[in-house]
């Protein structure tokens, strides 16, 4: 079942590990079915190397169980199903250990906005959660990173495709997008983001962008009267 | 029209993505055609994998309007004709988002010139803009970015080719030359100087160049009695 | 003899190339024989390049006495016979000259967990030795270097297998596992959480992980009711 | 003539290249024939790419002219010809641009010796030389930047071969060694250890070696009694 669903998201978990922000195991990355009843994902613990599409696991959307598949999903598949359920518009979901954007989320430090390479994919600061209770890592653990990524969201009253990813602090990135394809891409932006805004304040503590200029680039590129790229 | 203009436009373009200064469809390079009544330059938001001499944009310098090409020219044209209309030396330009750079954009702070590496290349710091205000991001944006890159350069008192660069606050790095090939290689060298000054900098925060070693390297290789290179 | 740890052995030390772990000649692995008598290392001072199953040197673990091979054995020889025969469950060792993890060697300050990355492979901080003494360096230097991994080991009351590495002082980090390979990768690991907490620190210096974070994430994939993986 | 020495020469410095230490047409390598009559040396600001050994430049050590070659010697060839004259012992010399070594160069600091892999070649602090004053910029600046590596290493105390490189302050890393090859090789090095020192520094500002440390790495591998290597 789902069999394209697979191709592509074996090929944005393929391509994680081709954009340098996994090694090994590490990171993964699902998508949704057209009817969004199901999430492909993939397996837990599996080497990137030789994998294929015949290893991605089908799980129900609403049960979370799985459907289909010769392995064990991937052991934040709770995450990405809290994400799914919320919020419609996902249908691409990347986690990575990305060296700039990990060391914000142990700094428990949101990416700062500080110029317009960060403005042209994310309409604001990336935002670093607050961290886990005891009680919510001992009990369900990954559920509850979903759930705190979501809270994350409505606090922060950011839309989540305005701003398509958010830290999990002492964790690490989670990304997302409209196709696994862009989910992966918006991670890769993140860490090139982190890595310019981490040298950014070795040079200059009080470094900060205007909201004008955020503004002015977000909306060129995604905004109702939007210039960048072609029709 | 310009075929010849076209590959060598394209070539410059996927050299930015082969040296590293850019990912996916960051920055652009364009060049000028010898009556200086044509500039080619990269699509807007296309991706750099599979991109050819065909998919190249030619804008009328003077009007700004396309005259041939199947995509919409890079979101970034009103920027490089402001600077073609201005230096009638400059033949070439390129935009990246090469890391180092950007951060010394972000941070407001001009590249200094610390070494004979930087020396080499370009004859004192590598200037950064002001802010654009409110009204110049708001209207006009892309021409206003190339109006603070020209009084840049005025207020500097430099000259386009003794420094070939600038970088636009919360922007990044926009370098020039005598051909679009010869601001890649501007534009890749600023980079590197960049990163250089960087850790200069984290080693010893009151780094220094004496002005007349700038001149010696400068000089030796740029001024008319040069002894450096071939013939 | 011992044809099969060769080439696994060999396999290893390659690996540490290909990870950009060491250059040149540096660094070296080595593997132990099912019975546990005999040890398999990389040969002293050769390059990496063109090395094959040959060109490892057998060595009997309680003599320290070169068994088989062509070459000299590595001069850290000493060092792994003393963790070997110590540590009845390590069956591979691993030495890099990895530059995250040298700098906090270096720095004689251990690599803190900051995070999940961390955490998945190494159950709390990675401690540093003490520097070794004069007299630990004139004599038996290499000897001294595995009894002071060892006391680094005991003091810290870690267990070999929860905190699979040590830095020592000034050196560099020493990795091990169940197999050659495996040591390789946990010396991987550690240069990249290495990497992750340097970076982490120049953003926040007062970065931690709640423990029951750490104990979470290590549990989860090493604990008796390891989830993460496959069966 | 000296067509052997060429082959290594041109090799040496396209080693620079793939080593990642120079782009474009930055750095050189020179060699000098045995019977110290000779120096081949790469041309002034030709590209690595497409160099063969028959771009090679010879120079005639006494005299400083050129005896064979279709291009103009490097214009470093008098900082070369002044170490040549000087240490009988030096039979190649590279000079680069690598980052972290001309970041300390920039700084005006010398590599510390910090740990085991810099005491493996180079027994002491890689020095950095004074600034060289206007005069000695302004006439024969060449000559004069390798006397003043002279007065570096003479005031240091150093032998050539047990400190195989300076850092030449403003400019960058001069490095040499018994051959072309092993010259580049300790260029590389210097890099690889000038990366590790300033990560060090920034995880810990009183990072130090003591000098028991740094005698016993540096003589098990270079020492009377080196045990070190292969015989």
Redesign the interface.
């Known amino acids: 079942m789902l069999e394209e669903l697979k191709e592509k998201v074996c090929a944005a978990n393929l391509d994680l590990c081709e954009k340098g922000v996994v ?4 990171g993964n990355v699902s998508g949704i079915s057209d009817d969004r009843k199901y999430m492909v994902i993939k ?4 080497d990137y190397k030789g994998m294929s599409s015949d290893d991605m696991v089908v799980v129900d959307i609403e049960s979370g169980c799985k459907v289909e598949g010769k ?2 999903p991937s ?1 934040d598949t709770p995450t990405h199903l809290e994400l799914y359920r919320i919020y419609k518009n996902i249908n691409g979901i990347a986690h990575t ?1 990305s ?2 954007a ?8 949101g990416i700062p906005a ?4 960060h403005a042209d994919y994310f309409y604001g600061d990336i935002p670093c959660t607050r ?2 209770t ?1 009680q919510e ?2 009990n369900d ?1 990954e559920i509850n990173t979903g759930k705190v990524i979501i809270e994350t969201i409505e606090k922060n009253k950011s839309d989540t495709m305005t701003i398509p990813g958010v830290l999990v602090k ?3 990135p989670f990304a997302w997008g409209n196709s696994p394809e862009n989910a992966v ?1 918006n991670a ?2 993140m860490e ?1 983001v982190a ?10 503590q009080d ?1 900060y ?2 909201k ?2 955020l503004d ?1 680039h977000y909306l ?1 590129k995604h905004g109702k009267d939007a ?5």
Chains 1, 2, 3, 4 share one sequence.
Do not use: C
């Not at 890595?195 to 200059?204: F, G, V, Y």
């Open positions: 090694i090994y195991t590490w397996p837990s613990g599996v392995w064990k052991s250990h060296v700039n990990v060391a914000f989320a142990q700094a428990g430090i500080l110029g317009t390479t961290e886990l005891r890592v001992m653990y002492n964790h690490g891409y890769v932006v090139k890595e310019m805004a981490l040298k950014t304040l070795l040079i200059n470094a962008m205007n004008y200029i002015k060129r210039y960048y790229g072609q029709d």
